[in-house]
């Protein structure tokens, strides 16, 4: 594995749904392979990646036969509530086709955590903050920066 992904790492934080660190080569899309995963969002921009780094792992993830869906968020940015709804509703849908799923920010702690958050509200019925909790317990590293817990909280309220 990458330094990168080794170091930041990954954790599954709910039935089929991994939250963690983005892969970047080859070897971090193998142990993906290795966990079974079948569907990949990725959160991270391009320029968040080391020339040539992207077309690598694009390739691997689609020799792998890993379905790659691309929503780019900020690296410490917002969380548009637009944002939030689609990617949560991405990823539940997969759930519940039965395809595990890794959902991916850069190092795994902000975008990626308030999303698997809001997948977990969603499937489990509980209040975004008691899902939060259910991210953290897991992958303790998980920890979306304030204005993002905002959002993601404001996003939960709205959706009613």
Known sequence: ??????????????DELLVGAYPLD?????????LRVR?????????????GQRTQV??????????????????????????????VQDVVGWLRAGDRSYVHCRAGWQRSAAVAAGVIAV???????????????RKP????LPHQREELIRWWRERG
Not at 2 to 14: I, K, L, N
Not at 39 to 44: A, E, M, S, T
């Open 141 to 144: 590293s998980a920890k979306p």
């Open 58 to 87: 694009e390739r691997a993830l689609a020799a792998a036969g890993i379905e790659e869906t691309r929503m780019k968020l900020t690296d410490y940015g917002h969380l548009p509530p637009e944002a939030l709804e689609a990617a």
């Open 123 to 137: 499937l489990e019925g509980v209040e975004i903050e008691d899902a939060l909790i259910m991210v953290r317990a």
């Open 39 to 51: 569907r990949v969002l990725n959160l991270v921009e391009d320029e968040e990646y080391a020339p």
């Open 1 to 14: 594995m990458s330094e990168w992904f080794q170091a930041y790492g990954f954790a599954d934080v709910h």
């Open 26 to 34: 080859l070897s971090d899309v193998q142990a993906l392979t290795r």
